[in-house]
């Protein structure tokens, strides 16, 4: 098998194009490829000693603090014994890392305000807070602006 990646920033989003010989069942493989996106739109954490599916699009973000990952939705907050580098490796591309502790989702971000004392980003729905830092404030504004 042969892999071919291209790069254009003239695309607004991700072209999957897949040439193959007659004899392959595209069907099969239409159903793997989309197998491989409905596994990770959902992910196991915990709360309370419980565990609970949550869809990674309500996820606004992770923060690490005291040894411990915490997952933020909008009303809860779980936890996951995944570290953020492993996360980070393991989420979509609409999750940005902002910070040493903390990775959010783009999709959810509602604003974001830079001021002396920090950049601050508030969520969609949601009372909760989060500051990027200023090493990552360039990319993450980057990406936001990308997005539109």
Same mark, same amino acid.
């Given at each position: ?23 392959? @069942? #595209?069907?099969?493989?239409?159903? =793997?490829?989309?197998? !491989? ?7 196991? +954490? %915990?709360? &309370? ?8 699009? @309500? #996820?606004?973000?992770?923060?690490? =603090?005291?040894?411990? !990952? ?7 907050? +779980? %936890?996951? &014994? ?67």
């Amino acid at each position: 098998m042969k892999i071919r990646v291209e790069v254009d920033d003239q695309l607004a989003e991700p072209e999957i194009t897949i040439r193959t010989p007659g004899n392959l @069942d #595209v069907d099969q493989l239409v159903d =793997a490829i989309q197998g !491989v996106g409905a596994t990770a739109t959902r992910m196991t +954490f %915990s709360q &309370r000693g419980e565990n609970y599916q949550v869809t990674l699009r @309500d #996820v606004l973000f992770f923060e690490a =603090a005291d040894h411990q !990952v915490m997952v933020h939705t909008a009303s809860e907050v +779980f %936890s996951t &014994r995944q570290r953020l580098y492993e996360l980070e490796e393991a989420l979509p591309a609409s999750f940005l890392r902002v910070s040493k502790s903390a990775i959010l989702n783009c999709d959810q971000v509602f604003s974001l305000t830079k001021s002396v004392t920090g950049n601050l980003v508030k969520f969609q729905n949601s009372h909760k807070q989060l500051y990027v830092s200023r090493r990552f404030y360039k990319g993450f504004k980057e990406a936001l602006e990308r997005k539109g």
